[in-house]
Protein backbone atom coordinates (compact mmCIF):
# COMPACT_ATOMS: atom_id res chain seq x y z
CA UNK A 1 0.00 0.00 0.00
CA UNK A 2 1.57 3.46 -0.69
CA UNK A 3 0.45 6.50 -2.05
CA UNK A 4 2.22 9.39 -4.81
CA UNK A 5 1.59 13.35 -4.39
CA UNK A 6 0.22 14.68 -7.81
CA UNK A 7 0.68 18.60 -7.08
CA UNK A 8 -0.62 17.99 -2.98
CA UNK A 9 -2.87 15.32 -3.91
CA UNK A 10 -2.33 12.17 -2.85
CA UNK A 11 -3.43 9.14 -4.63
CA UNK A 12 -3.52 5.54 -3.50
CA UNK A 13 -2.22 2.87 -4.54
CA UNK A 14 -1.47 -0.88 -4.06
CA UNK A 15 0.74 -3.26 -5.76
CA UNK A 16 0.21 -7.19 -5.35
CA UNK A 17 2.26 -9.86 -6.89
CA UNK A 18 4.98 -9.76 -9.27
CA UNK A 19 5.14 -9.82 -13.01
CA UNK A 20 4.02 -8.68 -15.87
CA UNK A 21 2.60 -5.31 -14.69
CA UNK A 22 -1.15 -4.97 -14.64
CA UNK A 23 -3.17 -2.07 -13.62
CA UNK A 24 -6.91 -1.69 -12.98
CA UNK A 25 -8.74 1.03 -12.82
CA UNK A 26 -12.10 1.04 -10.70
CA UNK A 27 -15.59 2.48 -11.88
CA UNK A 28 -17.64 5.99 -10.57
CA UNK A 29 -17.92 5.68 -6.66
CA UNK A 30 -16.16 2.32 -6.01
CA UNK A 31 -12.92 2.05 -4.99
CA UNK A 32 -9.97 -0.15 -5.38
CA UNK A 33 -11.66 -2.60 -2.92
CA UNK A 34 -14.16 -4.20 -5.93
CA UNK A 35 -10.77 -5.73 -7.66
CA UNK A 36 -9.84 -7.65 -4.19
CA UNK A 37 -11.71 -11.16 -5.28
CA UNK A 38 -9.36 -11.43 -8.14
CA UNK A 39 -6.44 -10.30 -6.59
CA UNK A 40 -4.87 -14.29 -5.41
CA UNK A 41 -5.90 -15.27 -9.43
CA UNK A 42 -4.86 -11.79 -11.32
CA UNK A 43 -1.59 -11.26 -9.14
CA UNK A 44 -0.21 -15.21 -9.35
CA UNK A 45 1.47 -14.05 -13.05
CA UNK A 46 1.58 -10.69 -12.99
CA UNK A 47 1.96 -7.03 -10.86
CA UNK A 48 -1.31 -6.08 -10.39
CA UNK A 49 -1.96 -2.88 -9.37
CA UNK A 50 -4.70 -1.01 -8.08
CA UNK A 51 -5.89 2.64 -7.26
CA UNK A 52 -8.51 4.88 -6.08
CA UNK A 53 -9.31 7.80 -8.54
CA UNK A 54 -9.22 11.38 -6.91
CA UNK A 55 -12.24 12.33 -4.74
CA UNK A 56 -12.70 8.19 -4.23
CA UNK A 57 -11.64 6.01 -1.13
CA UNK A 58 -8.22 6.25 0.18
CA UNK A 59 -6.78 9.08 -2.31
CA UNK A 60 -7.61 12.65 -1.72
CA UNK A 61 -10.58 14.82 -1.91
CA UNK A 62 -9.29 17.72 -2.90
CA UNK A 63 -12.12 21.20 -2.58
CA UNK A 64 -11.01 22.58 -6.11
CA UNK A 65 -13.04 21.52 -8.59
CA UNK A 66 -10.14 21.87 -11.47
CA UNK A 67 -8.85 18.93 -9.41
CA UNK A 68 -11.00 16.93 -11.09
CA UNK A 69 -10.55 15.59 -14.79
CA UNK A 70 -9.94 13.49 -17.67
CA UNK A 71 -6.19 14.45 -18.14
CA UNK A 72 -5.55 14.73 -14.64
CA UNK A 73 -6.80 11.18 -13.89
CA UNK A 74 -4.71 9.53 -17.15
CA UNK A 75 -1.91 12.00 -15.64
CA UNK A 76 -2.28 9.89 -12.81
CA UNK A 77 -2.18 6.03 -14.45
CA UNK A 78 0.86 7.26 -15.37
CA UNK A 79 2.57 8.52 -12.62
CA UNK A 80 1.51 5.50 -10.59
CA UNK A 81 3.29 3.63 -13.61
CA UNK A 82 6.50 5.32 -12.64
CA UNK A 83 6.61 5.21 -9.27
CA UNK A 84 6.30 1.53 -9.50
CA UNK A 85 9.05 1.90 -11.88
CA UNK A 86 6.77 0.18 -15.13
CA UNK A 87 7.21 1.69 -18.43
CA UNK A 88 4.90 -0.39 -20.17
CA UNK A 89 1.65 -2.29 -18.95
CA UNK A 90 -1.66 -4.22 -19.46
CA UNK A 91 -4.27 -1.30 -18.62
CA UNK A 92 -7.95 -2.10 -17.41
CA UNK A 93 -10.75 -0.62 -15.98
CA UNK A 94 -14.39 -0.71 -15.22
CA UNK A 95 -16.96 1.61 -16.52
CA UNK A 96 -15.49 4.88 -15.86
CA UNK A 97 -12.21 2.68 -15.34
CA UNK A 98 -12.19 1.23 -18.47
CA UNK A 99 -13.33 4.68 -20.36
CA UNK A 100 -9.90 6.66 -18.29
CA UNK A 101 -7.98 3.34 -19.87
CA UNK A 102 -9.06 4.34 -23.53
CA UNK A 103 -7.94 7.82 -22.98
CA UNK A 104 -5.02 6.65 -21.37
CA UNK A 105 -4.26 4.95 -24.44
CA UNK A 106 -4.53 7.81 -26.74
CA UNK A 107 -2.32 9.72 -24.27
CA UNK A 108 0.43 7.65 -24.02
CA UNK A 109 -0.02 4.60 -26.48
CA UNK A 110 3.48 3.44 -26.10
CA UNK A 111 2.62 2.73 -22.47
CA UNK A 112 -0.08 0.25 -23.01
CA UNK A 113 1.01 -3.37 -23.72
CA UNK A 114 -2.98 -4.36 -23.73
CA UNK A 115 -6.33 -3.20 -22.71
CA UNK A 116 -8.85 -5.04 -20.66
CA UNK A 117 -12.27 -2.96 -21.31
CA UNK A 118 -14.75 -4.03 -18.67
CA UNK A 119 -18.68 -2.88 -18.95
CA UNK A 120 -17.69 0.18 -20.04
CA UNK A 121 -18.93 2.99 -22.43
CA UNK A 122 -17.33 4.35 -25.72
CA UNK A 123 -18.02 7.73 -25.37
CA UNK A 124 -20.03 9.90 -28.16
CA UNK A 125 -19.74 11.12 -31.53
CA UNK A 126 -22.89 13.13 -31.43
CA UNK A 127 -23.08 16.28 -29.10
CA UNK A 128 -26.54 15.97 -28.20
CA UNK A 129 -26.14 12.59 -26.99
CA UNK A 130 -23.17 13.51 -24.85
CA UNK A 131 -24.86 16.32 -23.69
CA UNK A 132 -27.41 13.63 -22.19
CA UNK A 133 -25.05 11.90 -20.42
CA UNK A 134 -23.58 14.76 -19.41
CA UNK A 135 -26.89 15.94 -17.83
CA UNK A 136 -27.18 12.92 -15.76
CA UNK A 137 -23.62 13.05 -14.43
CA UNK A 138 -24.54 16.77 -13.03
CA UNK A 139 -27.21 14.99 -11.63
CA UNK A 140 -25.43 12.41 -10.11
CA UNK A 141 -22.98 14.90 -8.47
CA UNK A 142 -26.33 17.60 -7.44
CA UNK A 143 -27.67 14.49 -5.77
CA UNK A 144 -24.35 13.73 -3.31
CA UNK A 145 -24.65 16.96 -2.44
CA UNK A 146 -27.94 17.03 -1.43
CA UNK A 147 -27.61 13.43 0.37
CA UNK A 148 -24.34 12.14 0.65
CA UNK A 149 -22.98 9.04 1.19
CA UNK A 150 -26.74 7.48 1.15
CA UNK A 151 -26.62 7.66 -2.28
CA UNK A 152 -24.94 4.84 -2.53
CA UNK A 153 -27.39 2.46 -0.08
CA UNK A 154 -29.46 1.71 -3.21
CA UNK A 155 -26.42 1.51 -5.30
CA UNK A 156 -25.03 -2.07 -7.12
CA UNK A 157 -23.08 -4.02 -4.95
CA UNK A 158 -19.49 -2.55 -5.90
CA UNK A 159 -21.06 0.84 -4.72
CA UNK A 160 -23.28 -0.18 -1.94
CA UNK A 161 -20.12 -1.58 0.04
CA UNK A 162 -17.41 1.10 -0.95
CA UNK A 163 -16.04 2.87 1.53
CA UNK A 164 -15.41 7.02 1.08
CA UNK A 165 -14.23 9.65 3.79
CA UNK A 166 -17.30 11.76 2.00
CA UNK A 167 -19.57 12.53 -1.19
CA UNK A 168 -17.68 15.98 -1.87
CA UNK A 169 -15.04 14.26 -3.40
CA UNK A 170 -17.32 11.98 -5.72
CA UNK A 171 -19.75 15.05 -6.48
CA UNK A 172 -16.87 16.88 -7.75
CA UNK A 173 -15.73 13.99 -9.88
CA UNK A 174 -18.88 13.15 -11.43
CA UNK A 175 -18.86 16.98 -12.91
CA UNK A 176 -15.23 16.65 -13.51
CA UNK A 177 -14.19 12.94 -14.17
CA UNK A 178 -17.80 11.79 -15.01
CA UNK A 179 -18.57 13.90 -17.49
CA UNK A 180 -16.95 13.91 -21.21
CA UNK A 181 -15.69 16.89 -23.13
CA UNK A 182 -15.26 15.70 -26.87
CA UNK A 183 -15.30 12.51 -29.21
CA UNK A 184 -11.50 11.59 -28.89
CA UNK A 185 -12.12 8.89 -27.17
CA UNK A 186 -14.64 7.14 -29.50
CA UNK A 187 -13.20 8.21 -32.28
CA UNK A 188 -9.40 6.77 -31.08
CA UNK A 189 -10.83 3.05 -31.30
CA UNK A 190 -9.74 2.00 -35.00
CA UNK A 191 -6.46 3.31 -34.48
CA UNK A 192 -5.89 1.16 -31.36
CA UNK A 193 -3.01 -1.39 -32.55
CA UNK A 194 -2.71 -3.21 -28.85
CA UNK A 195 -4.30 -6.33 -27.87
CA UNK A 196 -7.76 -5.55 -26.62
CA UNK A 197 -10.29 -7.96 -24.43
CA UNK A 198 -14.12 -6.66 -24.23
CA UNK A 199 -15.65 -7.63 -21.59
CA UNK A 200 -19.71 -7.19 -20.23
CA UNK A 201 -21.99 -8.91 -18.28
CA UNK A 202 -25.09 -10.52 -20.13
CA UNK A 203 -27.46 -8.16 -18.26
CA UNK A 204 -25.71 -4.86 -17.87
CA UNK A 205 -28.43 -3.79 -20.84
CA UNK A 206 -26.95 0.14 -21.07
CA UNK A 207 -23.50 -1.04 -21.80
CA UNK A 208 -24.26 -4.17 -23.99
CA UNK A 209 -24.68 -1.77 -27.24
CA UNK A 210 -21.30 -0.15 -26.48
CA UNK A 211 -19.25 -3.44 -25.91
CA UNK A 212 -20.66 -4.61 -29.35
CA UNK A 213 -19.36 -1.28 -30.93
CA UNK A 214 -16.05 -1.66 -29.45
CA UNK A 215 -14.98 -5.01 -30.36
CA UNK A 216 -16.47 -4.27 -33.75
CA UNK A 217 -13.76 -0.38 -33.82
CA UNK A 218 -10.95 -2.13 -32.24
CA UNK A 219 -8.94 -4.17 -34.49
CA UNK A 220 -8.78 -7.79 -33.59
CA UNK A 221 -10.39 -7.37 -30.24
CA UNK A 222 -11.95 -10.18 -28.33
CA UNK A 223 -15.06 -9.97 -26.75
CA UNK A 224 -16.58 -11.75 -23.95
CA UNK A 225 -20.09 -11.57 -22.42
CA UNK A 226 -20.68 -12.77 -19.17
CA UNK A 227 -24.04 -14.70 -18.38
CA UNK A 228 -26.27 -13.79 -15.45
CA UNK A 229 -24.19 -10.43 -14.67
CA UNK A 230 -24.66 -6.90 -13.86
CA UNK A 231 -22.69 -4.14 -14.61
CA UNK A 232 -19.77 -5.26 -11.89
CA UNK A 233 -19.28 -8.51 -13.51
CA UNK A 234 -16.14 -9.27 -11.67
CA UNK A 235 -18.32 -9.33 -8.63
CA UNK A 236 -21.70 -10.67 -10.26
CA UNK A 237 -20.03 -13.53 -11.93
CA UNK A 238 -15.95 -13.70 -10.21
CA UNK A 239 -15.06 -17.42 -11.26
CA UNK A 240 -16.44 -16.35 -14.84
CA UNK A 241 -14.77 -13.08 -14.57
CA UNK A 242 -11.72 -14.84 -14.33
CA UNK A 243 -11.97 -17.50 -16.60
CA UNK A 244 -12.51 -15.06 -19.28
CA UNK A 245 -9.69 -12.79 -18.46
CA UNK A 246 -6.71 -15.01 -17.94
CA UNK A 247 -6.43 -16.82 -21.54
CA UNK A 248 -6.62 -13.68 -22.63
CA UNK A 249 -3.88 -12.28 -20.54
CA UNK A 250 -1.75 -15.71 -21.27
CA UNK A 251 -1.57 -15.60 -24.68
CA UNK A 252 -0.47 -11.98 -24.98
CA UNK A 253 2.51 -11.49 -27.33
CA UNK A 254 5.68 -10.75 -25.52
Sequence with gaps: ?????????KIYYEVHGDGSPLLLTHGYSSTSAMWHGQVEALARDHKLILWDMRGHGQSD??????????????????AILDAVGTERAIIGGLSLGGYMSLAFARAHPKRVRALL???????????DAREAWNARALATA??????GLDVLKAATRERATARHRNATGLALAARGMLTQRDAKVIELLPEIKVPSLIVVGADD??????????????PGAQKVVIPAAGHAVNI???????????????????
Design 61 to 78: YPDDPAAYSEALTVGDIA
Design 142 to 147: DKFDRE
Design 205 to 218: TPFLAASDYMAAKI
Design 117 to 127: IIDTGRGFKKD
Design 236 to 254: DQPQAFVDAVLPFLKNLPE
Design 1 to 9: MAGIDRDGV
